[in-house]
C-alpha cells in the first residue's frame, strides 16, 4: 500500500518538477537575468516526501523551502499533496479537469516556495528557512513575516499565469488536458487556487488558531503579541483574494487575457460552490469577508506593499536574486 502511494506521489513529483526546473533555469540564465552574473551556479531540488512527527502517528500537513550551501530545497508533504488530491477528487466528477487542478495548486505551493529561495526571504532566517505551516514562538516581527508571505504569494501567482499561457499558446490546454475553451481552463486554474486555500483555511479553523493581517482598530500589527494567537501568514482568505486577483491582472495586463474577477469572487465568497464540507461561521464570515467586501482591506495591502518597497525590500536586496518588482 505504502509502496504504491508513494510510487504516485513521484510521478506527480517528477511532472511538476518540470515546471520549477524550466523556471529555475530561465532565472540563472544571464540573458534574462543580469542579477545572477556573478553569483554561482545552485541546484534546485523538489521533492514529495513523507513527512511524520517524532511518535510517527501524525503524517504532517506542510511545505518548506531550505536554503543549503549548494542547492535550493523545495520540500511539500505527502499529506498537503493527499489534502489537495481529496479535496479535488471529492467535488470534480471529471478527472481530467481534477488533475488541471491539482496541478494548479501544488505547483502554486511549489512556486511560493521557491519565492522564498529566489527573493532571499530564507537567508534572513537563522536557519535559512520557512515553511507553510508554522509553529514558532520566536519574537519577530508578524508584519515583516506577512509582507514575505505575501511577496511570495505575488510571486507565485505571476509564475502560475505564465505556466498557463504557455499551455494555451501552443494549444497544450486542449491537446493535452482536454479543455474545449479557454475560459473553463481559467476557470479551473482558479478552482485549483481556491482548493489550496482551503486547505489552508481549515487548518486555521482547525487550530482555532484565529490569524491576523490587522489589529482590531485596523492597523499593521508590530511585533509579536503576547496571550493572543497569532500567525506568521496572512489569513487564508485574503491570501486567496489576493492571490487570485494578482494572477487575474498579470494575465490581463501581460497577455492580454479578460479578466474572470467576478468569477473568482462568487467561488471565494461561497463555502461550497466547488469544494463543500467546511463552512465559516456567520460570525467568521461577517469578520473577514467585510475587509475584503468594504475595500479596506485593498487599501491596507496598499498601504503594505508600499511600507515594503522602502523599507523590507532593502533587507533582501542583497539576498533576491530576481529582480524585485
Ligand atoms: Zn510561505
Redesign the pocket.
Known sequence: MYIESSFRYKQIQDIINITLQDYYSFVYNPTNNPLIENLSKRDLLFKIERHGVANGKYPIINAFSIYKATKDVIIITEKLVEMIESIIFNSEPDNNRAACMIDTAISYCAF??MG?LLLGHCQIQKDMR?C?IENTNENTDIAIYQML?AD?DTFAAKRLGEKMVTLIFDDRYKSILGYKSIDIFYEDILKGINAFFYILMYLELLEAKESYMLTSNGEIPKGRRHNEATHD?PPAIARCYYTGKTLIEHLYYQFQIPPKEKYFMEILYSSDYLFGGIELTSMQKEKKFNHITDGSFDETFNAMRQEWLLNTCKILSQYSRIPVF
Do not use: N, V
Request: zero cysteines; aromatic letters at 0%; charged letters at 25%.
Open positions: 511560493h516556495e522564498h520557512m507553510a508571505e511570495a501568514h
